[in-house]
């Protein structure tokens, strides 16, 4: 990995996590950057664009970063196209490993308001199983509220742990994520 980019991911895993309330605005918010998306990606780029993360699920606490994911066609298009555009409306642009360090990568946009304090993460993904977890999680915690209220306990509880440490706060939702996706690919299949 390229050492600036290697800095710059460090440093923002050290921004503060916050989780607040579920804001009623959230999905406002979410058809805003949406509509934006839609107007700036070129034509037959994007296969499909979803509210994803803590924000989508209503009454959830969550960062106050609306997290969207948007399934590409071309991520060589991504980056010769789309990346001067959302750099040219404010969002800071990150070539992202997945998982770990290795391939493959995706375009990751951030956007700050003027405290700068993240307010939008977009995820450009090719399509594949990571993008279909990411909606099956969201959707599962949408059907079970009791699921939901573990999920908020566990981010309040690694969020007082981890501070300042993003990272850490990630990987220990893992293992949690993992069974919940579980279990809701169980659901599905029942249905």
């Known amino acids: 990995m390229d050492k600036r980019l290697e800095q710059r991911i460090k440093a ?10 579920y804001d ?3 999905p406002a918010r979410y058809t805003e950057v949406e509509s934006e998306l839609k107007r700036m990606l070129p034509r037959m780029l994007a296969q499909r ?7 989508a699920v209503p009454g959830l606490s969550a960062k106050p970063v609306i997290d969207v994911q948007v399934e590409v066609s071309d991520m060589e298009r991504v980056k010769e196209e789309v990346v001067p ?9 990150i070539w992202r490993p997945t998982m770990g360090d290795e391939a493959p990568f995706y375009a990751w946009f951030i956007k700050r308001n003027s405290a700068g304090e993240r307010t939008v993460h977009v995820h450009m993904v090719e399509p594949g199983q990571a993008s279909v977890d990411r ?4 959707d599962h915690l949408r059907n079970d509220p009791e699921e939901a209220a573990r999920y908020e306990a566990l981010k309040n509880d690694l969020a007082r742990k981890f501070p300042k440490d993003r990272a850490a706060y990630t ?4 293992a949690y994520i993992k069974e919940v996706l579980t279990k809701a690919r169980a659901v599905k299949l029942r249905k």
């Not at 664009?49 to 924000?55: A, E, K, N, R, V």
């Not at 555009?85 to 642009?93: I, K, R, S």
């Open 12 to 21: 923002l895993t050290k921004e503060p996590i916050e989780i607040v309330p």
């Open 24 to 26: 009623t605005q959230w």
């Open 49 to 55: 664009i979803t509210h994803i993360g803590s924000t």
């Open 85 to 93: 555009a959302m750099e040219a409306v404010g969002y800071e642009f």
């Open 135 to 138: 909606i099956i999680f969201r």
């Open 171 to 174: 990987v220990n939702k893992t």
